[in-house]
């Protein structure tokens, strides 16, 4: 079992940068692919970013596809979200999530709390 705490977020101006974590307890985090997904006030949640065991592939929404880089360091059971020129559409609760396989899917079993992340214009 794997339970992700994000940490990393707050308040930042519009272009601004800020790198969330995602620290995840338990051995076979190096198993599994990791993702990133936002929450908006009134909004559905939405996938944001996503990363393989190995880190060799990686998936990212089209809205963040040139700002965004998720990565990971497994000898830390750690995954980050570096985001960069952001915008105000970008705020939300951010959540970290486990998948059940090693390579990236659209089924995460394991999620964090979430961490907020505000981006004033």
Excluded at 40 to 62: H, L, M, N, Q
Excluded at 77 to 105: F, H, R, W
């Amino acid at each position: 079992q794997v339970q992700p705490v994000e940490s990393g977020g707050g308040l930042v101006q519009a272009g601004g940068s800020l790198r969330l974590s995602c620290a995840a307890s338990g051995r076979t985090f190096s198993r599994y692919a990791m993702g990133w997904f936002r929450q908006a006030p009134g909004k559905e949640r939405e996938f944001v970013a996503a990363i393989s065991w190995s880190g060799g592939a990686t998936a990212y929404a089209d809205s963040v596809k040139g700002r965004f880089t998720i990565s990971r360091d497994n000898a830390k059971n750690t995954v980050y979200l570096q985001m960069n020129s952001l915008k105000p559409e970008d705020s939300g609760v951010y959540s970290c999530a486990a998948a059940g396989t090693a390579v990236i899917t659209e089924q995460y079993v394991y999620w964090g709390q979430g961490t907020q992340v505000t981006v004033s214009s």
